[in-house]
C-alpha cells in the first residue's frame, strides 16, 4: 500500500511535464514523449519505463475533444 501510495505522488509530478508538452506537439505519441522526457525523468529521480508510461496515460482523462458528426447517431 505505501508502494502504491509513492508512486502515486511520483507520477503526480510527471504531469505537468507531459501536459507541456502535448500543448506544443499536441499530437505526440507516448513512444516519441518517452523518449523526450526521459532525461527529466532521471533528473527527477523518476523511473518510469515505456509501458509504465502508456498504463498512466491510458488513466489520465484526455484534453482531446472528438468531435462527432450528427450523422453517426443514425446508425448508433
Known amino acids: 500500500m505505501q508502494r502504491a501510495i509513492y508512486r ?3 507520477l503526480s ?3 505537468p511535464l507531459i501536459l507541456e508538452k502535448r500543448m ?3 499530437r505526440l505519441g507516448t513512444r516519441k514523449l518517452h523518449h523526450l522526457l526521459g532525461d527529466k525523468f532521471k ?3 523518476i523511473k518510469l519505463g515505456r ?3 502508456f ?3 491510458r488513466d489520465v482523462p484526455s484534453q482531446n475533444k472528438l ?3 450528427k ?3 443514425l446508425f448508433l
Do not use: C
Request: aromatic share 4%; no cysteine; hydrophobic share 30%.
Open 13 to 15: 509530478k510527471i504531469k
Open 8 to 10: 502515486k505522488e511520483e
Open 43 to 45: 533528473e527527477m529521480g
Open 24 to 26: 506544443k506537439m499536441s
Open 51 to 53: 509501458d509504465a508510461l
Open 67 to 69: 468531435n462527432k458528426s
Open 71 to 73: 450523422n453517426l447517431e
Open 55 to 57: 498504463s498512466y496515460l
